[in-house]
């Protein structure tokens, strides 16, 4: 079962802040975030697990709501280095990661 | 630098044809995910390996077909190729099975169907 991301895109002006969302309609053992910048793989940001736990990773940190089956990315004072595309990882059983469709994310100068 | 590597990096061949791409994962990883990723649907998960295992499956067609080899490299075979089969094929490695384990992408092989 694919997650649902929202927003789709986002544009940014350097500094300002974002959140990029992922829910689920099945019940989710895990939440994954990459990023993706243009021609290049997904690089793992964070894992999270049941819990509701909080990570973060610099200025970017995520949340876990497993009672929702949802998760939440937030990008703080964001830099031009945060451009990508993010997209959201769960894993509802067994052991396949579904992805979503991902959020494209601009942050201009 | 991941340390997955994919080959080759591009493919193009003509519809009907049958192709194979590679993928080594990185050292100590057991675990192997072959995932689709064209523009209008994101990363689509096709099948998952650890060592050596059939783990679980996705949205894997009939004529595409995959192994994991004792040495833990493996391999996508995409046969019959239709123009809706060209995308970008990424394979990822991650040390275990399960939720705990992040997982690392290769470069990706772009099969173009001509």
């Known amino acids: 079962q694919q997650p649902v991301q929202s927003p789709q895109a986002v544009i940014l002006r350097e500094g300002e802040d974002a959140v990029i969302n992922c829910s689920s309609s099945?019940?989710?053992?895990?939440v994954h975030w990459y990023r993706q910048k243009h021609g290049e793989a997904p690089v793992f940001l964070m894992i999270?697990?049941?819990?509701?736990e909080q990570k973060g990773h610099d200025k970017i940190s995520a949340s876990f709501n497993e009672k929702k089956q949802q998760s939440s990315l937030y990008l703080t004072a964001s830099q031009l280095s945060y451009s990508g595309t993010y997209f959201c990882?769960?894993?509802?059983?067994?052991?396949?990661?579904?992805f979503g469709k991902g959020t494209s994310l601009l942050v201009t100068p | 630098d991941s340390g997955v590597t994919q080959t080759p990096k591009h493919l193009i061949t003509a519809t009907g044809q049958r192709v194979t791409l590679r993928c080594s994962p990185r050292?100590?990883?057991?675990?192997v995910y072959w995932y689709q990723q064209s523009l209008d649907q994101g990363l689509q998960f096709l099948i998952q390996?650890?060592?050596?295992?059939?783990?679980a499956k996705g949205n894997i067609l009939e004529r595409f077909s995959a192994q994991q080899f004792p040495d833990l490299h493996s391999e996508l075979n995409l046969s019959s190729l239709e123009l809706g089969d060209s995308a970008l094929y990424f394979c990822?490695?991650?040390?275990?099975?399960?939720?705990?384990?992040?997982?690392?992408f290769g470069n990706g092989t772009r099969l173009t169907v001509t």
């Open positions: 099945k019940a989710l053992y895990s």
């Open positions: 390996y650890y060592n050596g295992e059939e783990r």
């Open positions: 990882g769960t894993e509802t059983s067994g052991y396949a990661l579904n």
């Open positions: 050292s100590g990883d057991l675990s």
């Open positions: 999270l697990l049941k819990g509701g």
């Open positions: 990822a490695s991650s040390v275990e099975t399960g939720s705990n384990s992040p997982l690392h």
